[in-house]
Each structure stands twice: as C-alpha cells, then as structure tokens.
C-alpha cells in the first residue's frame, strides 16, 4: 500500500514539479558522467583526457533527457500545456477568427448546454430527497376512460394495510385556501392535506416547531397546521411567536405547531400543510375526494416487484367490487415522473433534441474548421518548417487540436454562463408557464452533470475544429515540402461549397420565420377588444371548499352568488369605481367552443318540424362567453341592435343569447340578427356513438360589439355568442372592476373588501384588463428572440465560411495574382476572378433560400399570394445578404491587390 | 523490423537491469558497470537508454528510487527491486528462458 502510494506520490511531483524533476535527472547524468571520469582517471588518463573521453562515450545528454521524460507517466501532459499556451497566443494573434469562432463554438455550447438540462428534466426527472428514486405514487388507473381515477379513498386504506413491499405509504389532497395574515389581508396558499408519513418520505427538520404527526390525523385533533418559510417570512414578519398562534384559514382557523425551512414543497409546491382527515363518508369505491397516494419502495424490494404486488392487491378488488373496479388497475410509478412521463415513442423524440444539439455544434465546429483550415494555409510555411525539424504530423495535429481546445475553452465558459442566465431568465419561466404550479423537483439548474456534458461537447467541437483541418493541412506535408510547392497542394472540397451555400440559403430564409413572428406579435398587441381594458382590473374570484368539507354544492353555490353580489354592492360604493360586472372568461384569452346551427326557415317550411334533424353543412364553431347582464353597459359598449340581458333572461324558459358584430357577419352574412334562433350540437366524439341530441333553440335578442372573444393568438376573429351568467351556478367568474387612475392602485381595496364579504373569497390573477395575455405575447417574444439569435448565428457563419474561403484562395494564388498583375492583368479583372467563386456561392445560396422563404410564406400565411411589399422586403434582404457576405471578401481581395509581382514570386 | 528489434533489446535491458539489481540496490553508472563486468566487457550499456529504461522500470512500479550518500558521500539516486519487480524479474527469466528455447529449437532444427 505505502508502495503504491509513494509511486502515484512521484508521479503526481513528476507531472506538478517538472523542473525539480529535471534538475535531479541533471544531477543523476552529471553524476553518471563524474562517475565515468574518474574511472578513465583510475585508468592513468589525465583528469582533462579523461572527462574529454567520459563525455564522448556519454553522447548527447540532452536527447537522454528527452527520452526520459518521455517514460514518465502523462509525459504529453507537459507537451500539452505549451500547446495550450501556444494556442492561447494564437487567440490574441488572430482576434478575428477568435471572435466569430469563439462565438459560433459559445452557441453551439450553449444550445446543447440548454436542450441537455431541459430534457434531462423532462425525461429523467429526480426527486432532490434521500432516496428520491425509491419514493413511488400509487394510483387507479381507468381502462376504460383511459385515465386516472384519482376519488381511490377507499383503495388507499387497502394499500396500507395489505402492501408489504411500499413502505410509508401516505396521501394528501390539493387545495387552495385563502390564509389571512396578521394585517387582516387574504391571500389564497397552495395547501396540502397530507398523511404524517410525508414527513418520513420527504425528511426535513423544521424551521421552528414540529412537523404533523399522527396524532393530528386523529378525529377530534385541535386543527393544526405547519406553514412553509415563504408563508411565514413574507405574511407573518418572520415572526418567532407564530408557533401555538392560530392563523385564520378560509372560514375556520388553526395553530401553527410548525414552519418548514425554506425551499421545502413536498408533496408538489405546496406551503401549507394541514392534517388528512377524510370523511367516514367518503370511504365508499370510488367515492370521496381527490386524493394522490405516495410511499417508498421497501428496502431490497424492486420497483417491479411493489407493481406485481399491487396488481395482484387490485385485481383482488376487482373480484370483489365489479361494480366499481372492473375497469380499474393499480399502477405504482416513480414519484418523480407523476406529471410527465413521456411515452416510449416520445422519448426517442426527446432524445432526438439533445443530438440535433449535437449535430448543430458539429455544423458550427465544421465552419470553424473551416477558418482553422484556412488560417493553416496561410501558416503552410511555418508547418513545414516544424515538419522539416522533425515534428510528426500527430505532433503538429495535436498542436493545431490544442489551438482549437484553447478557443473551445473560452467558449465553453461563455456559453455555459450564457446558459445559466437563459434558464434562469427563461427556462424557469418556460417551465412555470407550462406546468403551474411547478413541482419543486423541477428546478433547471447548471449541474456538475450539465458542466462534464458541456466540457464533452467542448473536446467534440475541438476536436472536429482542430483535428479535421490539422488532418487536412499537414496531409503529404512531405511532398509539398520537397516539392516546394507550399499552398498549392491544399483544395477546398465540395462538401465545405455545399455546407456555405446551405447556410447562406438558411440565413436567407430564416428572417420569413421571424417576420411571421414579428406579425403574430404585432397583431397580438395590437388586437382591438373595442374597449378601453387598461382601465380595467380584473380579478379571478374563487371559494374555498370550506373548511369542514361538508358544504353541499347548491349551498356553496348560493354562498358564492351571494357573496358576489354583496362585493358588486360593497365595491360600486368605493370611490372611483364605476362599474363592476363578472364574466367566465376575460377579453383576448381562449374561450370556450361550441358547433351552432342557425335555423333555417326555409327547410323548416319544408320539413315541416320543429325537431329537424342537424344539418351538419350549416353548423359553425362559435366562441362562447357567459356574462353578467350589465356586462356591456360596464364596458361601456352597448348592443348595437336588439337589446342587453336583464336579470329576466336567466330564469326565462325561453332561452336567449346575444352575438356579436362577427357572427352578424360570418353566420348570418350581414343579415339582421335579432329575432333568429340558434342550436348548439353536441360534439360527437366518436362516429360509432350516436350524437347526443342538440341543444333548445336560442333566440338572438341583441348583437353586441367584437369584444375579444377570441384568443389573442388566433389569426381570425371567431363568430362570438353570448350568454346570461346565473351567479353562482356558472362557475368561478373573474370581476371585471372599472375605475378611475390606475388598476392596479386599487387592489388593497378589493382585497380588503372581498376579505370582509366572506372570508372563504380567493382572489387571484389580479391585473389590468389589458395584461391578461401578457404571459402569450412573453411567449411570442421568447420565440423572436430565439429566431433571430439564429438568423445572427447563420449569418455570422455563413460569412465566417465565406471570409475562409476567400482568405484561403487568395493565400494560394498568391503567386498567380502577383504574376498576373505583373503580365498586367487590370485590378478590376482580378477582382472579378476572384470575386467569381464566392459571389457564385452566395448567389446559389440566396436563391435557394428565397425559394425556401416563398415556401413558408406561401403554407404559413395561407393567403396563396405574396404581397408585393413582401416580395420587394424578400428582394432586398437577398440583396442585403448579397452585400454583408461580399463585405467579408473585402480583407482577402485587398491583401491579394497589394501582392508585389516580385514580392510573390520571392515569397515561393 | 528496426522497430521490433529494438523493441527485443529493450525488453532485453530491461530484464538485465532487473537482474542487476537483484543482487543490491545500485545506482544508474554502477548498474551499467556491474552489466559490463557480467557480461565481461562484452555489453556496454549506453547512457541513452539505461536512463530511460529505469524510468520506465519505476513508471511501472518494478523499482523504486532514493537518494543517498555513497560511500564517498557524493549524493547519488539508488535504484532498487519492488517486491512486485522481484516477481517480475522471475517472469522475465522464464519467459526469457522460454524464448531462448524457441530459438534454439528451430536452429537445431533447421
């Protein structure tokens, strides 16, 4: 062991102290060498003659050395680092190349950096616990309905008496509750009603206090509560004292005997955690609330082995409750993969990302091989005289690798900072915007993992940056040199013509992509609700369950109509509002859809019934809003014909709606409107079922203005209808509070007033009228940034690739130009010669890519014609890009016009 | 064929200085004239390969190094067998012995 240790001990001194190494192997020869002297002098030479013949048998010291060194252990490492300097000073020397490669390399970095973390958290997803991938979720799964059946009450207890193989098997129920904070002011919480157990499955000691114990799942238990740090730091003023104070929960109350440190959100992202007590009632198959079950796999027990004891548990009750079990099976999964679990098909797609990624830095590393290659050339002369001093040709790939490492280094660093920043500014946004709340397993971050893929990607793209065109211009090195012909003996392929025209043609195209973007944004911020909705708040008002959980839903109904109602009355009195009213869904964001069929008189004549069957021509998808009666007179828009809702209209057996100015137009094709009636048809799910039977005829009574109706993305106006909100029984409605000054000024107010109404009133989303979409345009902008990083991205390519190209055909006619000019060839003739390739290139390259331009435009504005702005701005893009590509043939053309005759001649 | 010849003869030094150094730790000039005085001054071992040999010898952990005062007390690098190198050497002899028979075995009968 000591011997092992002392050898890997002089290896590492060899690697790290090189020149103490080296003056000890001085010290040995100059010792070998006295040693050898003082023989020849025992020999009766004199001491001169004699050192004279001990160096002469000795040799050359310095080759021993070499030679030596070369036996140590990493003994290229040494090597290396000089080439790594070297490539540092090549980075200086050439900033041009350093810049575009550097950055090509930092984005193509970057962009696998980004597409690698994001998958990883898609497809494999962690739990950040001890032993996260041991916790599983038990669910019901519904063959039939082919989904969940989350009301598995019932199951649950089975679970947990019967599974030997699942330990700590637990439960919890989601809700949101509003939580007052010492100021009075209601905020709605994300709250868990969990099982104990979930205190064992995910260990944490607590802030302050205690966690929930079982205990407290007891019936009769005081009600306690363990509240989050985010909860307690923000609401209650980091107060120590909060512990044993009750806290107003809703409608009900509760001690806080806990507060969690910070960052603390199992089971999901939840803050508040209040003791499971279900119902007696609710133990009934399939019956009772939604709950998600969860537990930790049994030590030594198979994630496989827990599912075959489940399923025989399951297929148990479904001998024993047909009734209710017969579609039903029991599935145990990864407690991670609960929200996502992409299919076995999808995954090959996911995967497919991070290797286009990889593919992309291998397009941008080829181009950077590209002006390696071409900088090679221009330094063809000091590569052969490094060849002719006896550098191999891996010696010298090596060094032109180093050089490509060096900049892939620089890179790396900016494009993994630059990756931290997007998914810190974007992806968590991404991320939160897509899945809410996000479950606090899915935290995308830079990790030692992303940093090892990223520092692989790094030596990747070195290695096709540095070894392909070290390969290329150290090839038959030897016969050039012998030959003399330095220069000429290096050709650009065909690939490298093709991959530059292919770049140009993307570069050409892509501003077609991100000018319909720009469109879609432009339009998006530029829709008309026919209002003035930033005078506007609008707010999402919710009721909580309350807490005893027994409230029957027409009770809770009337409760909530109410306590609307009562908050209309209490807010109309605040100063500066004008009008309040409620709707389902806010102006610009998606509505619901529904299939209408206009009646037809004519064919009613003719068939001679009431009950005519759906003629499946005459439907149209209209989009449906349901409104308070006064909706239109708050948003100061009133029926351009017939007449508004009353309050009669909700209660009427005859059903009526109102339309909008689109449908007039679209439906009805100008026609006036009022008096006309409407069906609605079921959407038939599938065509072996019979249609359900079509809703009662509407009358339209009024027609009302285009007031956003349609969601800010969609590029046409849909048809709109409109019916009479019955508070209460419609569902959560959002308020739509009209006041004077800014919105968003008068917030407090409406907290406090709805927190006064009824303690159970959430309020959420609270916002100008007009920034309800801002998260859809957050979107869109991401989506032009991201299209216009990419049109940079190819352009600075395509020019790197054409400044490469120019560089390297003027570095190998050097001596045609310089004879050329000397047989008096005129400067416009050899620009033109020059010039011819490239500008061919491109030429092919912008063509091609207004082809691919005309395509998209064509399929994706649908309109089957180019306007002619669009045609010239196509034009002179093409153009532009003609112009900024022939720019970077301006150094190279220079440097081969100011090439001397005599000087060229000279040079070879 | 250069190559695999020298590729013999290193192989060969190698095994020479293993058994050189079998006897007692040495340093490198010694262990050159102990090689000379066996072989009685029929092998002279050049300095540019003994040295790089020993490295190679410690790379690979058959011998160890020190430096001490010789006897007149010039500070000098004293090379000497691992336990591992000891087993090695054994290998090397049989394996030599091995060879030597191959050898001997179709020149006797050709």
């Known amino acids: 062991m000591t011997h092992l240790l002392n050898r890997w001990r002089k290896r590492l001194r060899a690697l790290v102290h090189t020149s103490a190494v080296d003056r000890e192997l001085d010290e040995e020869l100059a010792f070998h060498l006295e040693m050898e002297t003082q023989k020849y002098v025992r020999e009766g030479f004199t001491p001169e003659d004699a050192r004279r013949k001990a160096r002469l048998a000795f040799g050359a010291p310095r080759q021993y050395k070499a030679e030596t060194r070369n036996a140590r252990w990493l003994s290229w490492v040494p090597g290396m680092m000089m ?58 799964w519904d063959t039939e309905a082919n989904q969940s059946e989350p009301r598995a009450l019932h199951d649950y207890m089975i679970w947990r008496q019967s599974a030997r193989s699942i330990d700590d098997i637990g439960a919890f129920s989601d809700a949101t509750r509003n939580v007052f904070a010492d100021d009075g002011e209601a905020r709605p919480v994300a709250v868990a009603e969990v099982t104990a157990s979930a205190f064992r499955i995910a260990p944490e000691k607590p802030l302050l206090g205690r966690v929930l114990t079982e205990a407290d799942e007891a019936p009769g238990a005081p009600p306690v509560v363990v509240i989050g740090y985010g909860l ?38 939840h803050e508040l955690w209040m003791p499971f007590r ?33 399923a025989s548990l399951g297929r148990r009750e479904t001998a024993e409750l047909p009734q209710t079990h017969a579609h039903l099976v029991t599935q145990v999964k990864p407690y991670a993969r609960m929200f996502m679990e992409p299919r076995p098909q999808d995954m090959w797609l996911m995967l497919s990302i991070p290797l286009f990624a990889v593919m992309l830095l291998g397009l941008v590393c080829s181009n950077v091989a590209l002006l390696m290659f071409a900088r090679a050339a221009t330094r063809e002369s000091e590569l052969v005289v490094r060849s002719a001093l006896g550098a191999s ?27 931290n920043f997007a998914i810190n500014q974007w992806g968590k946004r991404y991320l939160a915007e897509n899945m809410s709340p996000l479950p606090f397993w899915y935290d995308p971050h830079i990790s030692v993992t992303t940093v090892l893929y990223a520092l692989g990607l790094t030596v990747l793209g070195a290695a096709i940056a540095g070894v392909l065109p070290g390969m290329k211009a150290t090839k038959g090195l030897g016969t050039r040199l012998r030959n003399g ?39 998006a911020e530029a829709y008309d609700v026919g209002f003035p909705s930033e005078r506007y708040l609008a707010v999402a008002v919710a009721m909580d369950a309350g807490t005893d959980g027994a409230t029957a839903d027409t009770a809770r109904n009337v409760k909530y ?89 909700v209660s009427s057996n005859a059903p009526v709606l109102i339309v909008d100015e689109v449908f007039v137009k679209q439906v009805l094709h100008g026609r006036n409107a009022i008096g006309q009636r409407v069906r609605f048809v079921p959407r038939s799910t599938s065509k072996t079922k019979s249609p359900e039977a079509p809703s009662a005829w509407y009358e339209i009574v009024g027609v009302a203005k285009e007031l956003g109706i349609t969601s800010v993305t969609s590029r046409n106006r849909d048809p709109g209808i409109y019916f009479p909100a019955d508070l209460g029984r419609s569902g959560p409605m959002y308020m739509a509070v009209h006041v004077k000054g800014d919105p968003l000024s008068f917030v407090p107010r409406v907290r406090a007033v709805a927190a006064a109404v009824d303690p159970a009133l959430r309020l959420a989303e609270l916002q100008r009228l007009n920034e309800v979409t801002n998260g859809v345009l957050w979107f869109l902008q991401l989506w032009i940034r991201i299209t216009l990083g990419l049109t940079a991205m190819a352009l600075l390519l395509s020019l790197a690739g054409i400044y490469a190209v120019m560089s390297f055909t003027v570095a190998r006619r ?95 | 064929m250069a190559s695999s010849q020298s590729d013999v003869l290193r192989g060969t030094l190698d095994l020479l200085i293993l058994k050189a150094l079998s006897l007692e730790p040495m340093h490198g000039w010694a262990i050159a004239q102990r090689l ?75």
């Open chain 1, 83 to 140: 080439d790594l300097r070297l490539g540092g000073r090549m980075l200086r020397k050439y900033p041009g190349l350093t810049i575009v490669g550097g950055l090509a390399m930092a984005f193509g970095i970057w962009f696998g950096t980004l597409t690698f973390e994001m998958v990883r958290l898609v497809v494999f997803p962690s739990l950040p616990l001890p032993g996260g991938d041991r916790i599983v979720q038990l669910r019901l």
């Open chain 1, 232 to 269: 307690w730091h923000n609401r209650f003023t980091s107060r120590e004292d909060i512990i044993g104070r009750s806290i107003r929960i809703g409608g009900g109350f509760a001690t806080v005997v806990g507060v969690m440190p910070e960052g603390y959100a199992f089971p999901v992202a």
């Open chain 1, 278 to 310: 279900p119902d007696v009632a609710d133990l009934s198959p399939r019956e009772g609330p939604a709950i998600t079950v969860f537990g930790r796999l049994a030590p030594g027990v198979s994630l496989d082995a827990a599912r075959a004891e489940l």
């Open chain 1, 393 to 419: 040709r891996r010696r010298i790939v090596a060094q032109l690798f180093a050089e490509a490492l060096v900049l892939g280094g620089v890179a790396a660093a900016i494009g993994l900072a630059a990756a």
């Open chain 1, 485 to 523: 012909t330095a220069g000429a003996g290096l050709r650009f392929g065909g690939i490298w013509t093709a991959v530059i025209v292919a770049q140009v043609a993307i570069t050409a195209a892509f501003p077609v992509v991100t000018y319909i973007e720009q469109r879609e944004l432009w339009r």
């Open chain 1, 561 to 649: 109509a109410t306590a609307l109602e009562e908050m209309r009355r209490r807010l109309l009195d605040e100063p500066g509002v004008s009008g309040v009213t409620f709707v389902d869904r806010l102006p610009r964001t998606e509505h619901r859809y529904r299939l209408a069929e206009l009646e037809d008189p004519t064919r009613i004549a003719a068939a001679g019934a009431e009950s005519l069957a759906v003629s499946r021509d005459s439907l149209r998808w209209v989009s449906e809003a349901t409104i308070d009666p006064n909706y239109f007179d708050v948003l100061e828009s009133p029926p351009l014909a017939g007449r508004a809702f009353n309050s009669g209209d």
């Open chain 1, 814 to 908: 050097t001596r045609e130009i310089g004879i050329r000019v000397a047989l008096g060839a005129s400067a416009r003739a050899m620009v033109l010669s020059i010039f011819r390739k490239p500008l061919t290139q491109v030429s092919i390259g912008v063509a091609l890519g207004s082809v691919l331009a005309g395509l998209v435009m064509l399929t994706e504005m649908g309109g089957g014609t180019i306007s002619v702005t669009g045609l010239g701005l196509m034009l002179v893009y093409g153009l532009v890009i003609l112009g900024v590509c022939l720019m970077a043939c301006v150094v190279p053309t220079r440097r081969a016009l100011s090439v001397e005759p005599m000087e060229a001649l000279r040079v070879e």
């Open chain 2, 36 to 110: 000379e005085q066996l072989s009685r001054d029929a092998l002279r071992v050049g300095q540019g390969s003994l040295y790089p040999a020993l490295q190679r010898l410690e790379e690979r952990g058959w011998v160890d190094s020190e430096w001490r005062a010789t006897d007149q007390g010039r500070r000098a690098k004293y090379y000497e067998l691992t336990r591992v190198g000891r087993r090695a050497l054994g290998d090397e002899v049989a394996s030599w012995h091995g060879y030597v028979d191959m050898v001997e075995a179709i020149l006797r009968s050709t």
